[in-house]
């Protein structure tokens, strides 16, 4: 794969826009862009993953946790 290449530069109403040739396409559908000095640069936005995902990545704890106290609230009547 090539890491550089010329690319063209057109407008789009009041926007700018690079067209990404095949070879540098970016993965989803949301990027993220900034600039260092005179340079652009573009990355793709890294979603999080799926909580089941996460879970999954975590190690198991081997402590045991103290029990909470959680006493049930008496309703009130507030009216």
């Known amino acids: 794969m ?9 407008r789009h109403g009041l926007s700018q826009v690079l067209r990404i040739p095949r070879e540098f396409e970016l993965e989803g ?5 900034r600039t ?3 340079r652009l ?7 999080p993953n ?6 999954a990545s975590w ?4 402590e045991v946790l103290p029990e909470a106290a959680d ?8 009216f």
């Open 2 to 10: 090539q890491s550089e290449r010329r690319v063209r530069l057109f």
């Open 29 to 33: 559908d949301e990027a993220m862009h």
């Open 59 to 62: 190690e198991r704890l081997d």
């Open 41 to 47: 640069i573009i990355e793709p936005v890294v979603k």
């Open 71 to 78: 006493p049930l609230v008496e309703p009130e009547d507030i």
């Open 50 to 55: 799926r909580l089941r995902e996460l879970f």
């Open 36 to 38: 260092a000095g005179d």
